[in-house]
């Protein structure tokens, strides 16, 4: 039997995810997002996994969010448990796309504080996505242990995501501005500013706050 139109479209499509060119598998990704298809699903998930190209990444992720929530719910979830770093972020990303609270529980402490950074950002994202009503406080706290890690883009990540929990987080900044530690208080108080001034700058809020810290040296006990 000759195959169908249709059917030769999927196989192409499915081809193109997997082409050496970078432009084709975008417009294959293009192409499968364009016309969702359930025999799609398991392939755009696997290919997230091992693309090296980040536009096509993204469109990747696209395509994903144009199906059933139900057929890549269950595939989402096991990438994020992968031994792949990429796999684990670019399924944390696609998730805080979705935006659907089913993910919620793969959301673990692990995760928040991957070794990898860009997982660990991929999570702090999906996180303030996902939290339930009520579990921001705790979530909150699990991402204030953070503070103080990486280089600028990581940190700012951070901030951006405890910014996005809102004026609950003012307490838990508060404590970590104690620090022994002054790469986390400085990272508290930038947090602190941009908390108050959206607008500012985050170079300038953590080049104010390690001023600061300089300035004022270790918190004193008692």
Known sequence: MAMTRQGTDVLRALQGLEDSRSSVRLRAALAVGTAPDPSF????????????????????????????????LP???????SERAQARSQALHTL??????????????????????????????????????????????VLATQLGRGDRETQLSLSQALVALGELITPTLRVATTSSDPGVRAHALATQRLLRDPDTGFESAIEEARR???????????
């Open 212 to 222: 600061v810290v300089a300035l004022t040296g270790a918190p004193q006990d008692g």
């Open 96 to 141: 805080s796309k979705i935006g659907d609270r089913q993910a919620w529980p793969a959301i673990t402490r692990a995760l928040l504080s991957d070794a990898d950074a860009e997982v660990a950002r991929s999570a702090w994202r999906a996180a303030v996505v996902l939290v339930p009503e009520g579990e921001e406080p705790e979530l909150a706290t």
């Open 75 to 81: 595939g989402l979830l096991r990438e994020v448990r």
């Open 41 to 72: 699903v398991g392939t755009l998930v696997e290919r997230c996994a091992v693309e090296p190209e980040f536009f096509v990444r993204d469109m990747l992720t696209w395509a994903l969010t144009r199906h059933p929530v139900s057929l890549t």
